[in-house]
Nanobody, 122 residues
Framework: VQLQAYGGGLVQAGGSLRLSCAASAHTLRVYGITWFRQAPGKEREFVAAINWSGSSTYYADSVKGRFTISGDSAKNTVYLEMNSLKPEDTAVYYC????????????????WGQGTLVTVSS
């Protein structure tokens, strides 16, 4: 299952952006969703995850308190609300099915879809 992330763009430091991850109803009933990001020249790193029911969320320390992951079952979409953005948040962001919530190691993700680029200017 490959999921599509979208909603990236250029934003100034301190600004906000909301990313979306569209999935099938079946996928969201069975799996959680995990977000990763990859900055230029760096390894892909975990950002946030939500379990299949939406009752539990988990964040990387670097984004805790600034990012919020949530799901809308009516729209079969998971969102990553990003506030107080910093230049170091600049990266391509990916969402993926989370078969073992929370999946925090990129090597444990079985499939990657196309990411969306977030650029934070200083």
């Amino acid at each position: 299952v490959q999921l599509q992330a979208y909603g990236g763009g250029l934003v100034q430091a301190g600004g906000s952006l909301r990313l979306s991850c569209a999935a099938s109803a079946h996928t969201l009933r069975v799996y959680g969703i995990t977000w990763f990001r990859q900055a230029p020249g760096k390894e892909r790193e975990f950002v946030a995850a939500i379990n299949w029911s939406g009752s539990s969320t988990y964040y990387a320390d670097s984004v805790k308190g600034r990012f919020t992951i949530s799901g809308d079952s009516a729209k079969n979409t998971v969102y990553l609300e990003m506030n107080s953005l910093k230049p170091e948040d600049t990266a391509v962001y990916y969402c993926a099915p989370d078969r073992n919530y929370p999946t925090v190691q990129s090597g444990k993700v079985l499939s990657w879809g196309q990411g969306t680029l977030v650029t934070v200017s200083s």
